[in-house]
Every structure is written in C-alpha cells, then in structure tokens.
C-alpha cells in the first residue's frame, strides 16, 4: 500500500497536463516480468496514462532524453503493459531534482486509441534529502 500511496503523490504532483484524468491501475504483468527485455529496468518517480498518452518522469543526471529509454509494449487480450527500459546510461552530472517528464503517444507505442495500459516499472520512493 505505501507504493500506492507514492503513486498518488506522484501523480499529484503533475504539471502541465489539464482536464480530467483517470488512472488506469498499476500493477506487474507476471507474463512481461518473465520475458527477456533490452536494457535495465528503469525506476520512475511517477506514471500516467491519458488522453492515449503514457507519462513517465524518471531520474535524470542532466542528459537523459527520450531516446535513451526503450518502452516495451506486451499485450494480452484487450490489455496492455508498459515496461519502460534504460538503453544508455545518463553519466552527466547535473542531477534534475524532480526527475525529468517522457511522453509516449499511443500511437507511438503501436496501440489502439483507448486500450486499457498498465505499467510495469518499480517506483522510486523519494530520497531523505529531497
């Protein structure tokens, strides 16, 4: 329950997206956990999907870009999961505080306006100091 509870502040915390926003759940697709995928898993300080938008804001040491993460869509049935993987490590070193915000369309992601999306990242708790 306290990984919810993060979600939710996390989610709180969105700037730049208007309207009404509904979240769809969040929770590990045991089949994508399973399947081999390129790169590392990447934590995130936040995910949401709307509007056949995915957002994500990860951890950036000053250069990361869109390019640098993978996401990997498995689907099963009318649902789809979401993995977001790191390709290339962000080696700068003028750390972004609240992390950085990606934006996948639907169509990027090769899905159906309106297809019912899950994430499959673990969420980075937010450290002591911040």
Do not use: H
Request: glycine share 10%; hydrophobic share 40%; proline share 7%.
């Amino acid at each position: 329950m306290a990984r919810a509870g993060a979600v939710l502040i996390g989610i709180g915390a969105l700037a730049g997206l208007s309207g009404c926003a509904a979240m769809q759940a969040i929770a590990p697709d045991p089949a994508s956990v399973a399947q081999a995928m390129p790169g590392e898993l990447e934590p995130i300080k936040a995910a949401a999907v709307v509007n056949d938008l995915t957002v994500f804001w990860v951890t950036s040491n000053g250069c990361t870009t869109k390019d640098d993460l993978l996401p990997v869509v498995s689907t099963r049935g009318a649902a789809s999961t979401v993995t977001l993987r790191r390709l290339t490590e962000d080696r700068c070193t003028r750390p972004q505080d609240d992390g950085i915000e990606l934006r996948w369309s639907f169509d990027e992601l090769g899905l159906k306006p309106g297809t019912n999306v899950t994430v499959n990242n673990p969420y980075q708790l937010p450290s002591d100091g911040a």
